[in-house]
């Protein structure tokens, strides 16, 4: 679902365990505000491994500035963009992806932006997946 090798995902649950809170909610809290799901949730790129892509290739902005690490961690407030001058091909194929966008992301698919209006309600992310099923392997 997020395209994370075993360690990236056993990391992310020990950060999750050490944050204050309930570990399976920042858990995946975490998980979904790692650039790469943000800009595949949003809808500038089609799929994850499109969305990794397009990061590593330079191809997406937060704030203003290029960042190419996938697992770069969005905070609300922060602005995802495409260059439309630049990357006429990206912007084009990010304007004619269609998804569900959650909530908590503001996107202007005209101009690929996407902003990260807040965090996630605890249920409010979209995911077929059992999280407390994912803790507690970890958590052995």
Do not use: W
Request: aromatic share 8%; proline share 5%; hydrophobic share 40%.
């Amino acid at each position: 679902l997020y395209g994370l090798t075993e360690k990236q995902l056993k990391l992310t649950y020990q950060d999750a365990k050490r944050s204050k809170g309930q570990t399976d909610y920042i858990f995946l809290k975490n998980l979904e505000f790692k650039l790469a799901s943000v800009v595949y949730r949003s809808g500038l790129a089609p799929t994850i491994f499109a969305a990794k892509q397009v990061v590593s290739h330079r191809h997406i902005k937060v704030d203003g500035k290029i960042i190419d690490r996938a697992s770069y961690r969005v905070k609300p407030g922060q602005v995802i963009s495409i260059d439309v001058e630049k990357n006429p091909a990206i912007a084009n194929l990010a304007k004619n992806t269609n998804c569900e966008v959650p909530p908590y992301f503001e996107v202007d698919k005209e101009n690929c932006k996407v902003t990260v209006a807040r965090e996630p309600a605890q249920g409010e992310i979209p995911c077929a997946i059992e999280v407390m099923k994912v803790v507690e392997f970890y958590a052995r």
